[in-house]
């Protein structure tokens, strides 16, 4: 029986663990970040993988950095046959990519080459893209730049966000490792060497990635919007204040006003002028101190102080 050490920590990777467990694989340990303070009242909790983990009785392990740890010599003890990543949050020492016979794969988010780093699927809905998958790839010391063994294509609607987006690739990876582990396992699969010439990035979100700029074309807008829905979400700033907008739609509009201005208010929606003739109107939104509303519950109440012609910094 193969030898399985599993790594991953969000919720993507759960399904995926689940998959080899239920598959009847020897999984001789799980490893995942360890548990974080979450909420305003910052509460120590474990990732989903280590929930996940423990409830099916498998071993955890929670190295805070991997290289010259005593969790590495851990896992390198173990012995495994084979190491399955998806989303682990950590660079693999070379000395643990070495050490399993049938080597270290990887289930990724895009469709390598595009796309390599820790936010392909934020990212591929900021570039409104129509469509992304997922890759099965062997593992080296360069970022997601290994072989790859397999891949299944995913439609993005426009109405998709991050969230969605999130789960509907888990699943296809879940499956697509399924089908892809007996021929991986007697060492028959296919592997095809990435394009560096097709190579694109999604690094982590950064703060300025977050923040709007209204001078951009409307789409643009619209999909940096759901890119970033439901985290981290986008923000924006008005009357020295700042503003998360959660959710939004597109709408055709001629009006000629600079960017950033509020070119009407109705009852459930803010419309806001963008770089061209698409607005962008605020469905979902949370003014600074306060909880997350719809627009129409913040139009009723405080959002008087907001009136056509305001600007959105």
């Known amino acids: 029986m193969t030898k399985i050490i599993f790594m991953g920590t969000p919720e993507f990777s759960v399904p995926i663990l689940t998959m080899l467990h239920d598959e009847g694989h020897t999984i001789l340990a799980v490893v995942t970040q360890p548990d974080r303070p979450v909420g305003r009242k910052r509460v120590l909790t474990p990732p989903p993988v280590k929930a996940e983990a423990l409830r099916l009785g498998l071993p955890v392990i929670q190295p805070e950095k991997l290289t010259g740890s005593a969790e ?5 003890a173990l012995q495994p046959d084979l190491i399955v990543t998806a989303a682990f949050g950590q660079i693999l020492p070379k000395e643990l ?26 990212q591929a809905i900021m570039d409104g893209e129509t469509e992304t998958g997922v890759t099965i790839m062997y593992m080296v010391e360069k970022l997601d730049a290994g072989d790859i063994i397999s891949q299944i294509v995913v439609p993005i609607a426009e109405t998709d966000h ?8 888990s699943k296809a990876g879940t499956e697509l490792l399924k089908e892809t582990l007996p021929s991986l396992l007697r060492e028959t699969n296919n592997r095809q060497v990435q394009d560096e010439s097709l ?28 890119g970033l829905h439901p985290w981290p979400a986008t ?6 204040e700042n503003v998360k907008i959660w959710w939004a739609e597109k709408v055709h509009s001629d009006v000629s006003r600079e960017p950033g201005t509020i070119i009407g208010i109705e009852k459930d929606r803010i419309l806001v002028k963008t770089g061209d003739d698409i607005a962008i109107a605020i469905t979902d939104l949370q003014p600074a101190g306060k909880k997350r509303m719809l627009a129409e519950v913040f139009i009723r109440g405080t959002g008087s102080k907001w009136s056509e012609g305001d600007q959105f910094e």
């Open 72 to 76: 590495l010599v851990e896992i390198l």
């Open 97 to 122: 990519l070495d050490a399993p016979a049938l080597g270290c794969v990887n289930v990724h988010a895009s469709l390598l080459p595009k796309y390599r780093g820790g936010a392909p699927i934020h």
């Open 162 to 169: 991050t969230g969605n987006l999130f789960k509907a690739l």
């Open 199 to 226: 190579v694109t990035f999604a690094r982590n979100i950064s703060r300025e990635q977050e923040r709007i700029d209204w001078f951009k074309g409307g789409k643009a807008i619209y999909d940096k919007i759901r």
């Open 235 to 240: 923000y924006t700033h008005i009357q020295d």
